[in-house]
Nanobody, 125 residues
Framework: QVQLVESGGGLVQAGGSLILACAASGRTFRRFAMGWCRQAPGKEREFVAAISWTGRNIYHADSVKGRFTISRDNAKNTVYLQMNSLKPEDTAIYYC??????????????????WGQGTQVTVSS
């Protein structure tokens, strides 16, 4: 059974930084692309970032490009989201996700089959 457990959320002032972590278990982590999505109050869940199973291919949504960085440590079965220069509009629940298929170079939101419970990120102005 796949389990994804996020950590690292919290309250931060605008311009600050946070790093989210997602510990995965249940499948061979290194075989699967991983990603982060977020959902703000009253809005649909949106794609934030994804990383291939090798870690060589990454993609960030335009809204976070240059501020957020996704990475992974296959030895620790963990994917990270470094968030810098945070803005109030980044306030959301952040979800970690895992691709349904193995060995994919990248995954879109529709490709994610497994989700974590989410971690709240609140950015105050």
């Amino acid at each position: 059974q796949v389990q994804l457990v996020e950590s690292g959320g919290g309250l931060v002032q605008a311009g600050g930084s946070l790093i989210l972590a997602c510990a995965a278990s249940g499948r061979t982590f290194r075989r699967f692309a991983m990603g982060w999505c977020r959902q703000a109050p009253g809005k649909e869940r949106e794609f934030v970032a994804a990383i291939s199973w090798t870690g060589r291919n990454i993609y960030h949504a335009d809204s976070v490009k240059g501020r957020f960085t996704i990475s992974r440590d296959n030895a620790k079965n963990t994917v990270y989201l470094q968030m810098n220069s945070l803005k109030p509009e980044d306030t959301a629940i952040y979800y970690c996700a895992q691709d349904r298929a193995e060995f994919r170079s990248i995954a879109a939101q529709a490709d994610f089959a497994y989700w974590g419970q989410g971690t709240q990120v609140t950015v105050s102005s």
